[in-house]
């Protein structure tokens, strides 16, 4: 099945500066990778996705990239606000199974 | 438009006890999720269902955790009997299909089990 690795585990940058987490994926059958914010106590919701057919998506002060040769991919946030504090959770897809598998969070705090 | 709705929102029993969570995806949408998060781990998906049949069950303990959803709608997970490793956050998810759209996540039961 997918394996999907995650880092780093705790990254704490300063306001303003930019914050990049990496996940690999083992399936070279993934397409789909989605990116996931989680707040402390609420659930995880969607902020970016990515699909194999594309090698980078922005969306305002977030992008990421994908590299399906090196099977990684990468979230990006540029000029972090205190806001931007959360766990992150990268995942892929099998476009065979259609299995989600989530990398183990990234916890992000940004000091003010 | 109405989210994801779980019931309950935290629940405590003792080991070997049965539990039972529910689950009501946004309205419309053929595939549901049962994940467990363990605390400072990712969600791990127990069980993927496409409108009342089961896509996969392989990270499903069976010998102890049984979900349905009969009518295609509504979901029930059970755990019967539970173990102090079950202790956890049980999410459920729905999408329109399970083609690589959107998960929209319900706001978890959190189970602890003494």
Redesign the interface.
Known sequence: GENVEQHPSTLSVQEGDSAVIKCTYSDSASNYFPWYKQELGKRPQLIIDIRSNVGEKKDQRIAVTLNKTAKHFSLHITETQPEDSAVYFCAARSGGSYIPTFGRGTSLIVHP | EAGVAQSPRYKIIEKRQSVAFWCNPISGHATL?WYQQIL??????LI?FQNNGV??D?QLPKDRFSAERLKGVDSTLKIQPAKLEDSAVY?CASSLD???Q???????TRLTVL
Not at chain 2, 102 to 108: K, M, R, V, Y
């Open positions: 999720y400072g781990q990712g969600p791990k998906l993927q896509v996969d392989s999410l399970g083609g690589g959107e998960q929209f996540f319900g706001p978890g």
